[in-house]
């Protein structure tokens, strides 16, 4: 299985702000995704880190706000840009170890906890 | 389109089984799954099941699926204390290309003495 870690664990940031949350897995990955978990609700996905090039970007979500940057096959970092109160939020990391077989394992990262403020 | 739904709360008595349900929209979806969420902690995947089976049994957890009405559930057998969590199920359709996983709003299971 693969591990991941997420840095920071958790921040109070001020509006207007931007906060980047950095997502390294222990081994190399072919996929690996941001996620957004709002207060008491569900996972929504943000975009696909794809490496070497743009990440590819969930409705709703758009680059200028959440640019995103995968520069290996085991390390992503997502940016919240401009934070306003409603971008609090739990922000998660998931990586695939195999591209394109429907089974495998989704892995979670811990996760990073923004307040703003 | 893409939805799931399930039941938001569940409180059960320690020993007795827990149900988890959810519906699903996505009928091209292959897997379906079950990841457990405690508190402060990351998801981790407890269970899956393809969609050519009924039912999957691992140890206390039982996942019945029916394809027809896009219901699926999460059986636990003799609930613990140590099984208060959000849990959560997840689709994952062929639009997404099998890697993308679409979420329920999760149900809070509490166990009490």
């Known amino acids: 299985s693969a591990v991941i870690s997420q840095k920071p664990s958790r921040d109070i940031c001020q509006r207007g702000t931007s906060l980047t949350i950095q997502c390294q897995v222990d081994s190399q990955v072919t996929m690996m995704f941001w996620y957004r978990q709002q207060p008491g609700q569900s996972l929504t996905l943000i975009a696909t880190?794809?490496?070497?090039?743009?990440?590819?970007?969930e409705s709703g979500f758009v680059i200028d706000k959440f640019p995103i940057s995968r520069p290996n096959l085991t390390f992503s970092t997502l940016t919240v840009s401009n934070m306003s109160p409603e971008d609090s939020s739990i922000y998660l990391c998931s990586v695939v170890s195999r591209q394109g077989v429907p089974r495998d394992e989704q892995y979670f990262g811990p996760g990073t906890r923004l307040t703003v403020t | 389109g893409e939805d799931v739904e399930q039941s938001l709360f569940l409180s059960v008595r320690e020993g007795d089984s827990s149900v988890i349900n959810c519906t699903y929209t996505d009928s091209s979806s292959t897997y379906l799954y079950w990841y457990k969420q405690e508190p402060g902690a990351g998801l981790q995947l407890l269970t899956y099941i393809f969609s050519n089976m009924d039912m999957k049994q691992d140890q206390r957890l039982t996942v019945l699926l029916n394809k027809k009405d896009k219901h699926l559930s999460l059986r636990i057998a003799d609930t613990q204390t140590g099984d208060s969590a959000i849990y959560f199920c997840?689709?994952?359709?062929?639009?997404?290309?099998?890697?993308?996983?679409?979420f329920g709003a999760g149900t809070r299971l509490a166990v009490h003495p």
């Open positions: 880190a794809n490496q070497g090039s743009e990440a590819t970007y």
């Open positions: 997840a689709e994952s359709p062929l639009s997404g290309g099998y890697n993308k996983l679409i």
